[in-house]
């Protein structure tokens, strides 16, 4: 029903920056938030940002706060993660998701996800 594809991910060097893109396809989207989740080596799938697709709210986590801009471009169906200030702790697999409420930051509460891309963070 709803397919996304990433791109983005690579390796930088601490205090560098990266822009992740997610290209959402399928049907309506309107009412679906978005966001992006990571899970480092050895942890849980966690929170990192998320935005109401049509509404324009952001939300993020704490660790990001400051750092990481999530923004979205609906004419493309695109949402995108700026990251900057990149620290070896963001090392992770981000991913992008999408599901019907806004603010959650539950991987539950998500019905589509996509693959995966790697983030590398070197010191």
């Known amino acids: 029903q709803v397919q996304l594809v990433e791109s983005g991910g690579g390796l930088v060097q601490a205090g560098g920056s990266l822009r992740l893109s997610c290209a959402a396809s399928g049907r309506t989207f309107s009412n679906y938030a978005m966001g992006w989740f990571r899970q480092a080596p050895g942890k849980e799938r966690e929170f990192v940002a998320g935005i109401s697709w049509g509404g324009g709210r952001t939300s993020y986590a704490d660790s990001v706060k400051g750092r990481f801009t999530i923004s979205r471009d609906n004419a493309k169906n695109t949402v995108y993660l700026q990251m900057n200030s990149l620290k070896p702790e963001d090392t992770a697999v981000y991913y992008c998701?999408?599901?019907?409420?806004?603010?959650?930051?539950?991987?539950?509460?998500?019905?589509?996800w996509g693959q995966g891309t790697q983030v590398t963070v070197s010191s």
């Open positions: 998701t999408a599901g019907p409420f806004y603010g959650s930051t539950s991987r539950a509460s998500y019905d589509y």
